[in-house]
T-cell receptor, first 112, second 114 residues
Framework: NAGVTQTPKFQVLKTGQSMTLQCAQD?????MSWYRQDPGMGLRLIHY???????DQGEVPNGYNVSRSTTEDFPLRLLSAAPSQTSVYFC???????????FGPGTRLTVL | GESVGLHLPTLSVQEGDNSIINCAYS??????FIWYKQESGKGPQFIID?????DKRQGQRVTVLLNKTVKHLSLQIAATQPGDSAVYFC?????????????FGKGTKLSVKP
């Protein structure tokens, strides 16, 4: 199993540009989520999904959209990038409500 | 978890010593408490969890203690090794309305001196 994969690893955007961060898992996990991590801080939940076709907002959803058309994929879209969205983004997945979540390697995003 | 801040607490230990990393959590109704390890440039990695109705759980070289009276969680690492150097996060989960979302503390950086 590849586990949780994320692409790209690094990305630089200009203010106002849009892009999609990809996340995929091959463990047949129902639950998937996106977090952002800022320097010296813990992870904050952006959006999550409890299954295909079901998504909901987390703690910091503004400026981000998600969709879950398949069990495997959970892309995160930045609609109009802002410097405040400079961060490291992590995708995670788990079996249902299992407290053990599996994290991807992260995408480091810089918005100029 | 702990309130968010700009500076990570740090803990420096000698190789072979035991390490104790502490965390204060906020929600007494949380169902599970979890410890994650994050090495530089990588995603968090699950270490161990403890259900809210327990006060101690042991794993391989790690022990988690839960004190609900003072809302305190600790991770003990026995015979700390250089490979244990990382940032350690505590997290809590409240099931039900929040659908089992993790709430992370700000982390503690553990440095192991050879």
């Amino acid at each position: 199993n590849a586990g949780v994969t994320q692409t790209p690893k690094f990305q630089v955007l200009k203010t106002g540009q849009s892009m999609t961060l990809q996340c995929a898992q091959d463990m047949n996990h129902e639950y998937m989520s996106w977090y952002r991590q800022d320097p010296g801080m813990g992870l904050r939940l952006i959006h999550y999904s409890v299954g295909a076709g079901i998504t909901d907002q987390g703690e910091v959803p503004n400026g981000y959209n998600v969709s879950r058309s398949t069990t495997e994929d959970f892309p995160l879209r930045l609609l109009s990038a802002a410097p405040s969205q400079t961060s490291v983004y992590f995708c995670a997945s788990s079996f249902g409500q299992d407290p053990q979540q599996f994290f991807g390697p992260g995408t480091r995003l810089t918005v100029l | 978890g702990e309130s968010v801040g700009l500076h990570l607490p740090t803990l420096s230990v000698q190789e072979g010593d035991n390490s104790i990393i502490n965390c204060a959590y906020s929600n007494s109704a949380s169902d599970y408490f979890i410890w994650y390890k994050q090495e530089s440039g990588k995603g968090p990695q699950f270490i161990i969890d403890i259900r809210s109705n327990m006060d101690k759980r042991q794993g391989q070289r790690v022990t988690v203690l839960l004190n609900k009276t003072v809302k305190h969680l600790s991770l003990q690492i026995a015979a700390t090794q250089p490979g244990d150097s990382a940032v350690y996060f505590c997290a809590e989960i409240l099931y039900g309305g929040s659908q089992g979302n993790l709430i992370f503390g700000k982390g503690t950086k553990l440095s192991v001196k050879p």
